[in-house]
């Protein structure tokens, strides 16, 4: 099977997702996990934020979350 090379609009789509998601591992480190401040800081609703964290699968029990963010860094 032939296969498509990703559209522009999609590579868009997931970089402005992995972005978002590296602002918010960075609000959630600054707000000791509060994610109704985190949130707050965000302007997102709470409601909103949450969807997102659990799209994204982050939860501060989540041992991969740290190391991942770490290794980006390095």
């Known amino acids: 099977?032939?296969?498509?090379?990703?559209?522009?609009?999609?590579?868009?789509?997931r970089a402005a997702e992995e972005?978002?998601?590296?602002?918010a591992r960075n609000v959630l480190q600054e707000t000791g996990w509060n994610q109704?401040?985190?949130a707050r800081r965000l302007?997102?609703?709470y409601?909103?934020?949450?969807?997102?964290?659990?799209?994204?699968?982050l939860s501060r029990e989540c041992p991969n979350w740290q190391a991942e963010a770490q290794s980006r860094l390095n």
């Open 19 to 23: 972005a978002e998601k590296n602002v």
């Open 36 to 38: 109704k401040e985190s």
């Open 43 to 45: 302007h997102i609703s």
């Open 1 to 13: 099977p032939v296969q498509c090379a990703p559209s522009l609009k999609e590579i868009g789509g």
């Open 47 to 57: 409601k909103a934020f949450l969807n997102k964290l659990k799209r994204w699968q």
